[in-house]
């Protein structure tokens, strides 16, 4: 079958797809490539060929070859339906659908092709080359050259598809035409003289000389840039440079324009090992900054140094040994915003060494935190310097249960604030058994003996959370049953498991306040910590009253659709008071009741909906939904919560009510429009510190992108609502552009 009945089919008919200088040759795909050589190759100099019928003139010492000829030679192949080889001379005129492939995998197309009997170097009319890892370079004449290097004329590339779904020919979706194109193998890259870049068949981007690696390897040279508008910083241009230091170390610098303030530099160092990887990057620029000029911390607006340093890395030192390590540094609390670097409210600095085996951990960490928070005070803020944690476990233990050791210590300082160093040492035992009846039955006993020393706890604002000065001591116990009774069977066509749950705690009295709370303060009943052991978040306090906690777990599975629940309640089975605050719904006896709901149907739908509920009148105190409902191209996300516990005096545990929403439609098969937005609808009735009036957008995203095999290209509009110092509310546009096999 020839070329043009395979295209005899397609509606419309075969494009020039170069610009008018190199109508000549198009992008399409030629016959496939000559196959692989024969498992025993031939000598280096042998030339080893096949061809359907043979001819020979002994007086001119030619040979003749015809219908699907293919010759090998030293990883070099041509396939052709008629070669004419002089062997005096060494030259091969090859004619008729060719394909010649070098060792590389390259293949390179064309009408006739005048070659010497190394198949290596010629020179090729109508050439097209199809590179072995993606993309295509084509041209009115090419010349390849001993060395593999390939000179074209009048040429074009691109790495787009160039047919449609039904196999017809198209238009590429970017292309790069040239007067001059030079392919190195050897290099893997591709150099331009007088280059235009078109884009969906319109020229568009000039590029006199300049080059790109076509390669799966990185390469020095441009990346996609970053084309952005706001109303702080005005327009910004960013162009990254990739620099390749070697196979494992890079630079990127990143200069970024603005029209309305001063250039900033961007530089990002990564380095691969044998053992572990990190990667390193700086920010710094020269402007005004004010973190709020209402918070009587920074009230300067005068032009000063600002940047910002992040890193992060991480060593594999044997298998059991690991050191990781991250670093994030800023100049002031609101460059991060204001250059739309990071949207978050604290900036952590960790180094850990750990050692993990099938049976036991250790870890030796410290860690720094720098608050980005407006009105907050640094030297508030912790720094653990150590933090030591060692876990040993026996599965062959007492009496056939397993046992568990557990060492911590932590020491927290503070420039302006309370330090407190604390240790402890536990050990816990669990034995679980089946009964006859089906029951799982869990036996659990824990103890651990604590001491703490806190110094200035006065700086601490919540009393509940100081402790007393000086050495302090403090013994935990508790024994526990845990009991789960499943029940499975077949249900509406599917199988559905009802399992009833009953555990019982009893801890002794815990002298709970005369130590400081730094890791439990955000204390909230809710279905994860239901049957916990102890139900603060932390070590530093103990749920040490006697319970029992009941509940029931439900499943149902359907060929493609699953649905379970959970809900559950305790009660407090002695009288002693708590120090659990009221609205967390573990103060009374009675607690709320909680649950968890999860639905999902195929890929298209996901509903997670997770409520606590007033044990009094059923009020609604928890209420947060999250689900997905869609396809990978049309999908819309929707996430829901309010916290409404009437918790007014502790800082931790403030109410609050939010709705998150994304979405993204296909409406074409490459096209696509996306939108998100985060809505603050808390009021004064759940937090009497909100400023928000019921209904405060915090941000949204508003974008339209089109994305196929070879160009990502998007325009992103976005909105801040809120000011923060010298990060104001308004408006910013993005522009993103990105070539496959361009900008590497």
Request: net charge neutral.
């Amino acid at each position: 079958m020839t070329r043009l009945d395979l295209l005899a089919g397609c509606a419309l008919p075969l494009a020039m797809l170069l610009a008018p200088e190199a109508a000549g040759q198009v992008l399409q795909d030629r016959p496939v490539a000559p196959p692989p050589p024969a498992a025993t190759p031939p000598a280096p100099d042998q030339v080893d060929f096949s061809a359907g019928s043979l001819e020979y003139d002994y007086e001119a010492d030619v040979v003749t070859a015809l219908s699907d000829v293919r010759m090998f030679r030293a990883g070099e192949r041509l396939r052709a339906d008629k070669v004419v080889w002089n062997r005096k001379t060494g030259k091969v005129v090859a004619t008729g659908n060719i394909a010649v492939t070098n060792p590389q995998g390259d293949t390179a197309y064309g009408d006739s092709i005048e070659l010497t009997d190394s198949l290596k170097d010629g020179i090729v009319d109508n050439m097209l080359v199809v590179l072995d890892r993606g993309g295509r370079l084509a041209a009115d004449r090419g010349t390849r050259r001993e060395d593999g290097t390939i000179s074209l004329d009048r040429a074009a590339y691109t790495a787009c598809s160039v047919t449609d779904s039904e196999g017809c020919p198209k238009e590429p979706t970017w292309k790069v035409t040239a007067v001059q194109v030079l392919y190195r193998p050897d290099r893997e890259r591709v150099y331009y003289t007088g280059a235009q870049v078109h884009l969906f068949g319109l020229p568009s981007i000039p590029l006199p000389k300049f080059s790109h690696s076509v390669g799966e390897g990185n390469a020095s040279g441009l990346l996609p840039p970053v084309i952005r508008y706001d109303r702080v910083n005005g327009a910004e241009l960013a162009t990254p440079y990739f620099f390749r230091l070697a196979p494992n170390r890079s630079v990127t610098v990143t200069p970024h324009i603005y029209s309305a303030v001063l250039p900033m530099i961007q530089a990002n160092y990564q380095e691969l090992s044998e053992i572990g990887a990190f990667s390193i990057t700086g920010y710094a620029t020269s402007s005004r900054r004010s973190d709020d000029l209402s918070s009587g911390f920074t009230t300067t607006t005068e032009r000063a140094f600002r940047g910002y340093l992040e890193g992060v890395g991480r060593f594999q030192l044997d298998p059991n040994w690991s050191l990781s390590a991250s670093l994030r540094m800023v100049t002031d609390r609101t460059f991060l915003r204001r250059y739309d670097i990071w949207g978050g409210d604290r900036l952590r600095t960790t180094l850990a060494l750990e050692r993990i085996d099938r049976d036991s951990y250790f870890s030796l960490a410290g860690w720094a935190v720098q608050t980005l928070r407006v009105g907050e005070r640094q030297g508030q803020q912790p720094v653990a310097l150590p933090e030591l944690d060692y876990r040993r476990r026996f599965t062959e233990g007492l009496l056939g249960g397993t046992v568990q050791f557990q060492l911590n210590s932590l020491a927290l300082g503070r420039k302006a604030g309370q330090d407190t160093q604390r240790a402890f040492g536990s050990a816990r035992w669990d034995l679980r058994r089946l009964t006859n009846w089906g029951q799982e039955v869990t036996f659990t006993a824990f103890a651990r003996a604590d001491a703490y020393n806190t110094d200035d706890t006065a700086a601490t604002a919540v009393v509940n959370y100081r402790g007393l000065d000086g050495f302090q001591t403090r013994a935990i116990g508790a024994l526990a049953v845990d009991v789960r009774w499943p029940f499975v069977g077949s249900f509406a066509g599917g199988t559905q498991r009802l399992t009833p749950r009953l555990q019982i705690v009893a801890s002794p009295k815990v002298a709970n306040l005369r130590v400081p709370n730094e890791d439990a303060r955000a204390i909230d009943l809710e279905d994860s910590n239901l049957f916990a052991l102890n139900r603060f978040p932390g070590y530093d306090r103990w749920e040490d009253s006697s319970r029992a906690t009941y509940g029931l777990e439900w499943g149902f599975d359907l060929p493609g659709f699953t649905a379970a629940t959970v809900i559950g309640q305790s009660y407090r089975l002695d009288d002693r008071p708590t120090i659990l605050p009221p609205g967390t719904g573990l103060s009374d006896r009675f607690s709320d009741i909680v649950g968890r709901t999860t639905v999902r149907f195929r890929d298209f739908v996901s509903l997670v909906h997770r409520y606590r509920l007033d044990k009094d009148g059923l009020g609604v105190r928890r209420n947060e939904i999250d689900a997905t409902i869609g396809s990978r191209s049309s999908y819309v996300l929707l996430g829901y919560l309010r916290l409404n516990r009437d918790i007014d005096e502790v800082e931790d545990l403030q109410d609050r009510e939010e709705v998150r929403l994304a979405g993204r439609v296909q409406f074409k098969r490459f096209w696509s429009a996306f939108a998100s937005g985060v809505v603050d609808l808390t009021d004064r009735s759940e937090d009497i510190f909100s400023q928000s009036d019921g209904f405060d957008p915090i941000r949204h995203r508003l974008g339209v992108q089109y994305e196929d095999d070879c160009l990502t290209l998007g325009v992103t509009w976005r909105r801040d609502y809120r000011t923060t110092g010298d990060a104001r509310r308004g408006d910013s546009y993005l522009l993103t552009l990105a070539f496959k096999n361009l900008g590497r």
